[in-house]
């Protein structure tokens, strides 16, 4: 199939899976062309089968704001046409459904047919798509979309609640491709002594630092746990919250123990080695944060929301707590980290988990057969 691909490209976990989706479609074999404003952070711009499209957007003194979305619609109709589609799939439905939507009406116009699939990731549901501002407009993209996907059956249920949807929408959840995102034992003995001696512990957050992530519970908890055991504390990511992280480490004196990182391209060699993940997030339709250090056999302390139950079985593969209770979550960690036997277990079960349910191998078809029926259907 040639497949046309629309995301957020620098940042935010829709970005990542839209960039992951293409990169192992493209592997089976499809046309992958992005259509995106940069090149998708996680493309090295060499992998075979991959296109690339930038969406410039030309100013113009009148415009206060430059109609991103206009350019990105007759982009992609250009795209579409030129290279003769098979299928749009746009991720995070605002303003991407609905540019996808005059894409389509563009090419009509033409006589051609451009099925368009939405996948709902979850702010654009959950925070975004609520905005009185942008619920009607959201809706429109959803209820339009040829075939629209959602990352968790939680999602799912909360689009059906919020934006009062009555059709089909395919949950189709997170992976993680399971031959990358793996503990090498050789690989950890070079690179761990970088960030953390022999006898400390090493904790982990990856996220994009927004206020929903809550990456001062994630110092909180470290600054308990540094207390109690020698650790040290990765973090993986940047955005708005950093400052304020930093702050609060130099607060509770800990700042020579958190690696603060900023964003990295190695996220598969960095997660392996640490030995717990925290990810104790306000909100999360999914959690791929914690999907990839499970895989990478690093267990994840994180929150019973939103869809990270359909991820985390309680004491089995990680452990979950309320937002906000920092305490038990540190107090869970400590004991944790001071036992190696209860940590291996949870440890094998959270990669068994990822590989078992979450694998590349087992979503992406899913993919395909739903790229497949929509086709046949439109
Ligand atoms: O929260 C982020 O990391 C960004 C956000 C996005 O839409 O880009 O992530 C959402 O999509 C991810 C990939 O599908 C999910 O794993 C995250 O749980 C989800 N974030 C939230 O729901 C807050």
């Known amino acids: 199939m040639k497949i046309g691909i629309t995301c957020y490209p620098t940042y ?14 493209a592997a089976r074999g499809h046309q992958i062309h992005f259509i995106t404003y940069s090149q998708p952070f996680r493309l090295t711009g060499r992998e075979a089968n991959i ?11 009148l415009f ?27 991720h995070y439905a605002i303003p991407h459904s609905v540019s996808a939507l005059l894409a389509k009406q563009m090419l009509a116009d033409r006589n051609r047919t451009l099925p368009i699939i939405t996948t709902l990731h979850g702010t654009d549901i959950t ?24 990352i968790s059956e939680y999602l799912c249920d909360r689009t059906r609640e919020a ?15 399971c031959d990358v995102y793996v503990r090498k034992p050789e690989l950890v003995a070079a690179m761990r ?9 090493l904790l982990v957050h990856l996220s994009n630092f927004r206020p929903v992530k809550r990456v001062l519970d994630v110092i909180e908890v470290f600054a308990r746990v540094s207390r109690a055991l020698p650790a040290r504390l990765m973090l993986i990511g940047d955005g708005p919250d950093r400052s304020l992280a930093e702050h609060l480490a130099l607060h509770h004196g800990i700042q020579d123990r958190v690696h603060f990182l900023g964003k990295q391209d190695n996220v598969n060699e960095l997660l392996p080695l640490a030995d717990l ?37 309680d004491q089995i593969n990680g452990l979950l707590f309320e937002v906000g209770d920092v305490d038990s979550m540190a107090d869970a960690a400590v004991r ?26 087992r979503i992406i078809p899913l993919y395909e057969d739903y790229y497949r029926r929509v086709i046949d259907r439109t």
């Open 12 to 25: 935010g976990g829709s970005g990542v899976v839209a960039t992951e989706l293409g990169i192992e479609l």
């Open 277 to 313: 993940m925290l990810m104790p997030s306000e909100m999360e339709s999914f959690g791929l944060a914690a999907l990839e250090a499970m895989a990478c056999s690093v267990p994840a302390i994180a929150t019973r929301v939103g869809g990270v139950p359909e991820l985390i079985d």
């Open 163 to 177: 934006f009062n949807v009555t059709s089909e929408i395919a949950v189709i959840r997170n992976f993680v491709n």
């Open 64 to 90: 206060e704001h430059p109609p991103y979305d206009l350019a990105l619609a007759t982009r992609m109709a250009e795209v579409a046409e030129f290279y003769s589609l098979d299928l749009l799939h746009v």
């Open 336 to 361: 944790l980290l001071l036992d190696q036997t209860r940590l291996n277990e949870l440890a094998t079960a959270a990669r068994k988990t990822a590989q078992d349910r979450f694998c590349a191998s």
């Open 51 to 61: 296109f690339f499209h930038e969406v410039t957007v030309t100013n113009y003194p």
């Open 193 to 201: 002594p970088r960030f953390a001696q022999p006898n400390e512990r």
């Open 127 to 150: 925070l975004v798509g609520l905005d009185r501002s942008y619920l009607p407009i959201t809706r429109f993209g959803i209820i339009r979309s040829d075939g629209v996907t959602s």
